[in-house]
């Protein structure tokens, strides 16, 4: 969180299909995939092997991870570092920018040409690579942006969110990238941010908008601010009537997905609905349909869903690369399913209900309950555990581990025993993934066929049983 601006370069970055020559870098349709700073050498290891990348750009933060897994990764080739110093084995980004050439040929591509990956998380297995093309990342009509605006997103630049709200849409309405690159959010500090620079339009997770709500600001004249989004995570209707009351600017919520953007919204001279995700916007046809794929009427729960006509639309994702059976998997009957249950009301308005699968979704990151419990298990103590997202306050939802423990460690001090594995999660895997709540248990509720049932869990957390 915190992690602001356009620099996707400076991310841990990977690129497919690029070439190296000696001390200097060149790359023909060169496909980038973003990725967090926050994401651990097991995590990067699977990414470059996965993607069989051919270059990494990365900042100093992540050298020693990528170092230490460099020898499992036959495939890469360069290795680009961002920043002030040097480090040997790695090329220097200052020195490449300050010695190239003036001139520049483009490469040609096709709309459909692959330009990006994103790794998403599911609920079983590693994160799928979801490939985009060069026509599917520039739709922002959500945004309202005008040439004269300045646009500041808070969105980690390893997101999807950031491609789409710092970079191509932003850039093609001739609008102003604001980045301020912070270690770790802080409320007075963004505050004060706002009040100093003449930000226009602000996006950033519902997280951000329930911390700033706490405190009186009223105290605080922002000094151009005009437009405020919201999106990754639902918003609590009493946190859009907060910010509204103090602030005097309404909160424009927006719903969508690694694979296809944005879905649906809540838009300038739209009437808002509190609690609502908005309506469906171009050029998707939103419905909520049942298992069959049938259309339901206003009211009805079902999945949300986006209607395909002759071809995939422009905006949407290519395909799960190497994973066809993924990709086959999204389609029901004439529509794309969305993994996400909703209710449209009678004046076309969508109500998100929850993940139609387990995927946990805390302070706009999508976490995988697979990979928590993978990291869970590489600890001595558990036995196995099941993960499941919790009821929270400030985050929404919360990832929680409910934990079956080893013999010899259950005479162990539970506060103890839990702050050490909370610590090996993050130390296992991207930080953000740790549970913040731990239970220990005798057993798991599982299927006849010995599948962990989430769902029992999750329910009994969300107080639905």
């Known amino acids: 969180p915190g992690s602001c601006g356009i620099s996707l370069g400076i991310k841990t970055g990977v690129a497919k299909r690029s070439v190296s020559t000696q001390g200097s870098l060149s790359f023909p349709g060169l496909v980038f995939m973003p990725g967090t700073t926050q994401l651990r050498a097991k995590d990067i290891l699977y990414r470059l092997q996965a993607s069989e990348a051919k270059c990494i750009v990365a900042s ?81 009509y959500w945004l309202d942006l005008k040439s004269s605006d300045i646009m500041w997103n808070m969105s980690d630049t390893g997101w999807i969110k950031a491609a789409i709200g710092s970079v ?38 519902p997280t951000v908008y329930r911390m700033l709500v706490q405190k009186d600001l009223k105290r605080y004249k922002f000094k151009k601010l005009r437009h405020c989004l919201t999106g990754g995570e639902p918003l609590n209707p009493e946190v859009l009537e907060q910010w509204k009351a103090q602030t005097g600017l309404e909160l424009y919520e927006g719903y969508g997905q690694t694979e296809v953007g944005i879905i649906c919204a809540n838009q300038k001279g739209q009437e808002i609905k509190p609690g609502s995700m908005g309506k469906g916007v171009l050029p998707y046809d939103v419905q909520i ?68 699968d387990d995927v946990i979704i805390s302070s706009g990151y999508r976490i995988g309950p697979f990979e928590v419990e993978s990291a869970l298990i590489e600890h001595p103590a558990v036995v196995e555990s099941a993960v499941v997202s919790s009821p929270d306050p400030v985050r929404g939802e919360v990832v929680k581990a409910f934990v079956v423990l080893s013999a010899p460690f259950k005479s162990s001090n539970p ?35 010995g599948k962990i049932k989430r769902n029992v869990l999750r329910d009994h957390e969300w107080g639905r049983t």
Request: glycine residues 6%; aromatic residues 10%; contains cysteine.
């Open 168 to 205: 191509f849409s932003t850039w093609l309405q001739g609008a102003c990238v604001f980045v301020h690159r912070m270690a770790q959010f802080d409320t007075d500090t963004f505050l004060d941010t706002l009040t100093t620079y003449p930000i226009t339009t602000l996006c950033s997770a």
């Open 415 to 449: 506060e103890k025993l839990i702050l050490e594995l909370q610590d090996h999660v993050k130390k296992s895997t991207a930080p953000y993934k740790y549970p913040r709540k731990v239970e220990f248990v005798p057993e798991l509720p599982k299927t006849v066929t």
């Open 289 to 356: 349909i049942d298992e069959n794929g049938n259309i339901l009427p206003p009211g009805k729960e079902g999945e949300i869903a986006l209607r395909l006509k002759s071809s995939r639309p422009f905006c949407f994702f290519s395909e799960y690369v190497d994973n066809p059976e993924k990709t086959a998997a999204t389609i029901r009957g004439d529509f794309y399913t969305t993994g996400d249950r909703g209710v449209m009301d009678s004046d076309g308005y969508f109500w998100f209900v929850g993940r139609a």
């Open 60 to 140: 100093e933060e992540v050298v020693p991870a990528v170092e230490s897994i460099i020898s499992e990764c036959p495939d890469l080739k360069s290795k680009l570092l961002v920043s002030p110093h040097s480090q040997s084995g790695w090329l220097s980004f200052q020195e490449l920018f300050q010695s190239a050439s003036a001139e520049h040929n483009c490469v040609e591509t096709g709309s459909q040409e692959p330009m990006a990956i994103y790794f998403t998380s599911g609920t079983t297995g590693s994160p799928k690579m979801a490939q985009h093309s060069q026509s599917s990342l520039g739709i922002g």
